[in-house]
């Protein structure tokens, strides 16, 4: 079965710290996608990756095809950054989602 | 900017009530999906549509349906809501021809069934 597997499910951390958030897939892959969900509801693309890294800002993606894992890193976390991010990987018609990583980050 | 817009936020029903949940998107993208989002259980897929007229069910398509008459708009419609169908429910629209699998989301209609 195709399967996305995150961790951890929750994460509580100090404003300012070092997060990391994994991702792993059971097939190969092409792409796979990291989304962050405000509370509010409203999901947002925040990377698209097949390959190495992708830097946005204090967010950082990486991807290791062979080993068929993705970390999300985010570089001194701010209590804006609390949100629920969401790895996706597949293509139209057979996407499947990560559960999720509720990030709290405290001030 | 893609737009997704869905017409409630939150909505209170009753059990047993026709629920109606609509999702509009500006960008004329042919493909459209229903999602809801449980904890625990993360995003799970109700039903799609790659055209007008056209419905694909999903992972969990079952005490729901869907309706696709205009290529911007559809549907979620809930026959008779039950108390199981409490959940955050999710719109999205992608392009067709794309495999990146990129995904549009709406924000969200958090429905409450008592």
């Known amino acids: 079965k195709n399967e996305v597997e995150q961790s951890p499910q929750n994460l509580t951390a100090q404003e300012g710290e070092f997060i990391t958030i994994n991702c792993s897939y059971s097939v190969g892959i092409s792409a796979l996608h990291w989304l962050q969900q405000h509370p509010g509801g409203g999901i947002v693309s925040l990377f698209m990756l097949s390959s190495g890294k992708k830097k946005h800002g204090r967010l950082i993606a990486t991807i290791n095809i062979q080993e068929k894992h993705s970390s999300l890193h985010i570089t001194a976390s701010h209590p804006r950054d609390s949100a629920v991010y969401i790895c996706?990987?597949?293509?139209?018609?057979?996407?499947?989602f990560g559960k999720g990583t509720k990030l709290s980050v405290k001030p | 900017d893609v737009k997704v817009t869905q017409s409630s936020r939150y909505l209170v029903k009753r059990t047993g009530e026709k629920v109606f949940l609509e999702c509009v998107q500006d960008m004329d993208h042919e493909n459209m999906f229903w999602y809801r989002q449980d904890p625990g259980l993360g995003l799970r897929l109700i039903y799609f549509?790659?055209?007008?007229?056209?419905?694909e069910k999903g992972d969990i398509p079952e005490g729901y349906s869907v309706s696709r008459e205009k290529k911007e708009r559809f549907s979620l419609i809930l026959e008779s809501a039950s108390t199981n169908q409490t959940s955050m429910y999710l719109c999205?629209?992608?392009?067709?021809?794309?495999?990146?699998?990129?995904?549009?989301f709406g924000e969200g209609s958090r429905l409450t069934v008592l």
């Open positions: 999205a629209s992608s392009p067709s021809g794309t495999k990146s699998g990129e995904l549009f």
């Open positions: 996706k990987w597949g293509s139209q018609g057979n996407l499947i």
């Open positions: 549509s790659y055209d007008v007229k056209m419905k």
